[in-house]
């Protein structure tokens, strides 16, 4: 395969073509290959809490990227799972209908899942995602800093400490410019120097900033040659711009579906721990129809594999493949990205790009 050259793709930065080859994914309804099924008279175990709202956060972020790409046309990366914790959180600290709007707004239905049955899902969301890995880094957190004049009840700060795992800081709004410089070198320190400056100016009449970070870093399963990077690929920003990249490349086994429907072409990269990467490539002129169907983050990806940040039977030994039969996929225009953790199922990452080297 073939992919976006040595270099780093700050989100909104830079990385690109693929040319592979791939493994087409299994038929809808059809078991993958040596995929083990569990004995019927087996009983299973009850689901994890974060199976009560891993779903609606997906559902979450395709509505919000829907919304994002129709009001921006340059590149896109956001963390749902980062936005979609934030705003659960937040709703703790309203009351009544204000509450109940925010969940809401996430998605949730109330009467089918309780408020308290939300927060305890992104509870055990949140600590899976933070169980160590030798294979990969994942880091999600939240703070709050809080004015010296506010006075929060300890049951909500005791609540955001024991669901979302947030701590709280007492901060002097009253010297924006010195707060500001403060909390922006504590998001440096956690996402390890990957997002500098991420916050707006403060006023005076700030009062509380909460704050939610993602840091993932692993390395592909698969990794790239980087001697076989390109260093000069054309990269087709739309038709009258046309950009030269490094672009990584590869010859790999790949799972890779077409679909003709849609128009699109579906590529999936695994990572060598948790997670893997699907890349959308629509065909020339359709990325607004693949679009209708289907904070700020930063991404470097090189040949090694993908580090990241931000204020099923698909993963089965694919049989072997006639390497003359197989299909390349060239990434050397616009297309989308979703980064998905394996075993909570939740999507950590969604976005589009659309110009590489734009920052």
């Known amino acids: 395969m073939e992919m976006m ?43 994890p809490a974060y199976h009560k709202v891993t779903p609606t956060i997906t559902s979450f972020a395709l509505r919000l990227y829907k919304r994002l790409a129709a009001g921006t046309p340059g590149n896109i990366l956001f963390s749902p799972v980062s936005l979609s914790s934030m705003l659960a959180l937040l709703s703790l600290g309203a009351q009544g209908d204000t509450s109940t709007q925010i969940l809401e707004g996430l998605g949730f239905n109330l009467t089918e899942t309780p408020a308290a049955d939300v927060h305890r899902g992104f509870q055990s969301l949140l600590r899976t995602l933070d169980l160590p890995s030798p294979k990969l880094e994942l880091k999600v957190g939240s703070s709050l800093f809080l004015d010296k004049r506010l006075k929060p009840l300890q049951h909500f700060l005791d609540s955001t400490k024991e669901l979302y795992g947030a701590f709280a800081f007492s901060a002097n709004f009253s010297d924006p410019a010195t707060t500001w410089r403060q909390i922006n070198e504590y998001v440096r320190k956690q996402t390890y120097g990957h997002v500098t400056d991420g916050l707006p100016q403060f006023s005076h009449d700030t009062l509380m900033v909460l704050l939610n970070y993602i840091f993932f870093k692993a390395k592909w399963k698969h990794p790239f040659d980087r001697y076989q990077t390109r260093k000069q690929e054309s990269f087709s920003v739309d038709d009258r711009t046309s950009l030269r990249v490094p672009m990584m490349q590869q010859r790999e086994m790949h799972r890779f ?62 049989p072997p493949l006639n390497a003359t039969s197989a299909p390349h996929a060239h990434f050397n225009r616009p297309f989308l990205l979703l980064l998905w953790e394996v075993t909570t199922q939740s999507l950590l990452f969604l976005g589009k790009v659309v110009n590489p080297v734009a920052g």
């Not at 090189?302 to 204020?311: I, L, M, R, S, V």
């Open 257 to 318: 579906l077409y679909d003709q429907e849609v128009a699109c072409t579906v590529l999936q990269i695994e990572y060598s721990g948790n997670a893997w990467l699907l890349l959308v490539l629509p065909d020339p002129g359709r990325m607004r129809q693949v679009e209708a169907v289907s904070h700020k983050a930063a991404v470097d990806m090189n040949e090694k594999g993908t580090q990241a940040a931000a204020a099923s039977g698909l993963l089965s030994q694919p």
């Open 5 to 47: 050259g040595p270099a780093r793709l700050w989100l909104l930065g830079a990385w690109i073509l693929a040319s592979v080859h791939c493994q087409p994914f299994p038929a809808h309804g059809a078991k993958s290959p040596g995929a083990h099924q569990p004995p019927s008279h087996q009983l299973s175990e009850p689901a």
